[in-house]
């Protein structure tokens, strides 16, 4: 390809990441979507783009991507609608993930006769919802905040143990032992690594930022923070995405986070902080999820690949449906928004970036796992497109009723 119709090509993508961005503002349509399509089109349709241009700069763009979005995160999650919320949202992050990849393992290997490492790593990979969805869709919502902060905790959660559990099988996979020991010890020390170290480097940060404030890089050298802390974490064995989540809420909850220590701290985060690390996120990803679609081998589209699909779909939405209920039981007070719940089923960029990471790993029988997350991520965000038109259908219908309407 010349250097003009590279700079071409990756003018136009970010033009069709902007169109998908007001897609979803104007018709809630994620624009993961249209982004992976778009690739699609761009791959294995045309040849118009070819995916090896790409492939070595995508490990690197998914793992930026994702911890500028958990940073973000981190940012829009208040203090006291975590800690109240934290029950819920563990429950259903544990139980949706786990039942998930129980499930699907058992079905992979009852349909494929796939080994047990690439099993349970198909279920770790496909077994989380999506932040990166989850976190845009859920602020568009008209809910309570109680509900959005229970939704955007658990979409962080579940990203969590994903992330967590497909490093230590693939670790697992590279040693060619099964410890359940070691993967206990594994998952609680690169928890533990992260907030501590996260905590600590936030608080530091929050004091550079006040003697930082006039400056005109502040929001760069935040972003450049946030890179530093997951590089650092990673190095020492952390968790990468709970360090820069962790980062996100102490720069964010500050102030509480001193007044449980009986001090006071009035330092306001500046919002081109946020600004920036948006439109950040939103290159980051949009490249993502477009060479996605880019790297779908037209040759792995057989039956037996969409029979497995589908049921890997199926089990997605049944497993979803089954925790929204027993959550319902136990921990739901306002079943009015179960259904919301229950829409927030997506997969996106964790499972993609995971999905390549054992891709890259050249681990057999696992070279079909990018096009089964390129079917779900698909075939989910479908879902809950249709889903959340459903919810919110009666509350447009009823909008426009009342108006003119005399006041009361």
């Known amino acids: 390809m010349s250097v003009g119709a590279f700079l071409f090509t990756i003018g136009l993508i970010i033009y069709i990441g902007v169109v998908g961005s007001f ?20 791959g294995p349709l045309l040849h ?51 039942l998930n990849m129980a499930a699907i393992v058992f079905f992979y290997r009852w349909l494929t006769g796939s080994g047990w490492i690439q099993c349970l790593l198909l279920g770790s990979v496909l077994g989380c919802v999506s932040s990166a969805i989850i976190l845009p ?4 919502l008209n809910v309570p905040d109680s509900v959005r902060a229970a939704v955007n905790m ?31 010890n594994a998952v609680v020390g690169a928890f533990s690594t992260a907030i501590v170290g996260a905590g600590i480097f936030g608080m530091a940060w929050l004091w550079a930022l006040d003697r930082l404030r006039k400056s005109p890089f502040a929001y760069m050298m935040t972003l450049a923070a946030v890179m530093v802390l997951y590089g650092l974490t990673e190095l020492v064995h952390g968790s990468g995405p709970m360090a820069a989540l962790t980062f996100g809420i102490v720069l964010t909850n500050a102030d509480k986070i001193m007044a449980v220590f009986g001090q006071k701290f009035k330092f306001v985060l500046d919002e081109k902080i946020r600004w920036f690390n948006t439109e950040a996120t939103f290159f980051a990803r949009t490249f993502f999820f477009v060479y996605l679609g880019l790297v779908i081998s037209l040759k792995t589209l057989t039956a037996a690949f969409f029979q497995v699909a589908l049921v890997i779909f199926l089990i997605i939405v049944i497993c979803r449906y089954l925790v929204v209920r027993a959550a319902k039981l136990i921990m739901i007070e306002n079943n009015r928004y179960a259904d919301v719940y229950v829409a927030m089923l997506p997969r996106g960029l964790t499972s993609a970036v995971l999905a390549s ?10 070279e079909i796992f990018l096009e089964y997350v390129f079917a779900v991520i698909l075939c989910t965000n479908f879902l809950m497109t249709w889903m959340i038109y459903k919810i919110e259908k009666p509350h447009s219908k009823q909008a426009i009723s009342n108006v003119g309407s005399p006041p009361v």
């Open 154 to 184: 658990e979409a962080v959660l579940s990203d969590l143990w994903g992330v967590m559990t497909t490093l230590v099988l693939l670790r697992l996979a590279e040693l060619r032992i099964f410890d359940p020991g070691y993967m206990v």
């Open 48 to 98: 118009l783009v070819k995916p090896s241009l790409l492939a070595l700069l995508m490990p690197y763009v998914g793992a930026v991507a994702l911890g500028l979005i958990l940073f973000e995160g981190g940012l829009d999650l208040d203090f006291d609608n975590v800690l109240s919320q934290f029950g819920l949202s563990f429950l259903l992050a544990a139980g949706t993930f786990l």
């Open 137 to 140: 869709v859920s602020s568009k």
């Open 357 to 366: 990471m054992v891709a890259a790993a050249r681990i057999p029988d696992t």
């Open 23 to 42: 897609l979803f503002e104007r018709y809630r349509i994620p624009d993961v979507l249209n982004l992976i399509i778009i690739g699609f089109i761009l």
